[in-house]
């Protein structure tokens, strides 16, 4: 039954009269995805995530009913899945390992530098230091200056008291 989703999608497309390349142009998917999934060749695809969207989509914009392609593809490949399970030479099921993680590890969070936040902690730390020079700057400024009128003021006020 999985044989008859690339019939499918292949008669689709040819009744309608449209190139794998139109197709693809117009769906956003490669090409030789495309004809891969009119073939069945599942192995092209990096994971099984991208042969299901990939089917979805291509059946929609066909007009087909995209969840029945769907699952007739995911029951075909839990059928293999299951087979690859089985060790014909022993007539024994394989399962998964697996490990425990250490309560020691559990407990600790590891602390992680990554680039771009050690960046910015250290633009962060120029700005602050940047605004803090500036303040001590201007008050070093306006320190300066203050005894200067000081002065001018008070001798300007005892010249307007003298007459």
């Given at each position: 039954m999985a044989e008859d989703i690339g019939k499918q999608l292949q008669e689709?497309?040819?009744s309608r009269e449209i190139s794998l390349e139109q197709v693809s142009k117009?769906?956003?998917i490669g090409p030789r995805y495309l004809q891969?999934?009119?073939?069945?060749?599942y192995d092209v695809f990096p994971a099984d995530i991208y042969v299901v969207s990939f089917l979805s989509c291509y059946a929609r914009y066909l007009g087909l009913d995209a969840e029945l392609l769907v699952n007739i593809?995911?029951?075909?490949?839990s059928r293999e899945k299951d087979k690859l399970k089985l060790n014909p030479k022993l007539n024994i099921v394989t399962g998964h390992i697996t490990v425990e993680k250490p309560i020691l590890r559990?407990?600790?969070i590891p602390f992680r530098?990554?680039?771009k936040s050690f960046i910015r902690f250290v633009l962060a730390i120029g700005?602050?230091?940047g605004a803090f020079l500036l303040a001590i700057y201007y008050l070093r400024l306006t320190y300066d200056e203050f005894p200067k009128q000081a002065k001018i003021k008070s001798a300007v006020s005892l010249d307007v008291l003298k007459k």
């Open positions: 689709a497309r040819r117009e769906i956003k891969a999934l009119e073939k069945e060749d593809y995911k029951r075909g490949c559990e407990r600790i530098i990554r680039k700005i602050l230091a």
